[in-house]
């Protein structure tokens, strides 16, 4: 998969991409900043290159170039019928370029070309970066979390991890 969209292109993902994800998620993380909630998270704790060459493996994970330079990416994972995307980010010198709504976009379509039913996340729902940036690509909040073991659990793992409980949410887009 490659495409082209104006000043920048996105491809799947491969091995040798994993040693520039960790800076790009970084770099991103810079957003969260001022956000009192969110001061407990060290941005140095994010996935670490063999995390993300574990995922790229899996075959469903992308990446995005301005000229020479990764933009931005993102890493997912199949879990059953649903494809989870664990992180997706943009560096700050690329974003509002459309790349990040490019990324999910086409991994909705890598997903519904690959089987997967849906494709889940989980984020913060307050944010405009967020839950509403992934409702306007056609993702929905899982209210009934009873019905969806995996992804209470991964909010569950978060508000371990120090991520603010009540804020957080766990969101689906089923793909037709």
Request: with cysteine.
């Amino acid at each position: 998969m490659s495409a082209e969209r104006g000043d920048w292109s996105l491809r799947l993902a491969r091995a040798g991409d994993a040693s520039a994800m960790p800076a790009i998620e970084r770099a991103a993380a810079v957003a969260f900043a001022d956000d009192p909630d969110c001061a407990a998270i060290d941005p140095a704790d994010g996935w670490t290159q063999p995390e993300l060459v574990r995922l790229i493996r899996k075959g469903h994970c992308l990446v995005a170039h301005v000229g020479e330079r990764m933009a931005g990416f993102l890493a997912s994972e199949p879990f059953g019928r649903e494809l989870h995307v664990w992180e997706m980010d943009v560096h700050p010198d690329f974003q509002r370029r459309g790349i990040g709504s490019g990324l999910v976009r086409a991994a909705q379509v890598d997903a519904r070309n690959s089987g997967f039913r849906a494709l889940t996340l989980t984020t913060f729902r307050d944010l405009a970066w967020n839950a509403p940036f992934y409702a306007a690509l056609g993702f929905e909040e899982v209210t009934a979390l009873d019905a969806h073991p995996r992804l209470a659990g991964e909010l569950a793992n978060e508000a371990d991890d120090g991520l603010p409980a009540e804020r957080r949410c766990a969101m689906i887009a089923f793909l037709d």
